[in-house]
């Protein structure tokens, strides 16, 4: 009942729309019959073209859905092709952590604003970590460079914005 929900939405939506605009056409000519054919014609034509211009939201209601469950389906399948390649290599799946978002542009995760934030696998680290408890990698010392919260690069001490993505240090 609910699979293609989005289709069956639009669907509907083109029904309504030519119901009435049958409707108003019928409407039209018994008004034309009882001997106003001005008043027969401007509610067929102001009829159907209301009718027409409010199923505009129901159909783009119903693609809105359908857009949804593509991205849903999308981002499902990226998720599977990730968990297959961690048991392809041995390593076990995590779920994304709170500190990540998903970016519904890209489907892509993103790391929320955290200084602690490994720039190989960008998961989030404690305060002290010199290594990243995830993949391993060393973390470098805060003394001489910046590592971007938004995107883990590396970059100078003396620098103002990340040199990858732009983000401002503060």
Not at 62 to 87: C, H, P
Not at 91 to 103: G, H, L, N, R
Not at 106 to 128: E, F, G, M, R, Y
Request: glycine letters at 8%; charged letters at 15%.
């Amino acid at each position: 009942m609910f699979n293609n929900i989005g289709r069956k939405i639009k669907t509907l939506a083109k029904v309504i729309c030519w119901i009435c605009i049958v409707i108003f056409f019928i409407y039209g000519i018994l008004i034309m019959i009882k001997g106003a054919p001005f008043l027969g014609i401007l509610v067929f034509v102001l009829g159907s073209f209301i009718s027409w211009i409010a199923s505009f939201m129901t159909y783009g209601f119903g693609q809105l859905i359908e857009n949804s469950d593509i991205l849903v389906s999308q981002g499902r399948n990226r998720t599977n092709a990730k968990a297959t390649a961690d048991q392809g290599s041995n390593k076990v799946s995590e779920q994304p952590s709170a500190v990540q978002m998903v970016d519904t542009v890209n489907l892509n995760p993103v790391i929320a604003q955290n200084d602690n934030v490994c720039p190989n696998c960008k998961q989030t680290l404690s305060a002290d970590s010199a290594f990243c408890t995830h993949c391993g990698f060393k973390i470098p010392t805060k003394t001489n460079k910046h590592i971007c919260p938004s995107c883990g690069t590396v970059s100078k001490e003396d620098s103002v914005f990340c040199t990858q993505c732009g983000h401002k240090f503060s």
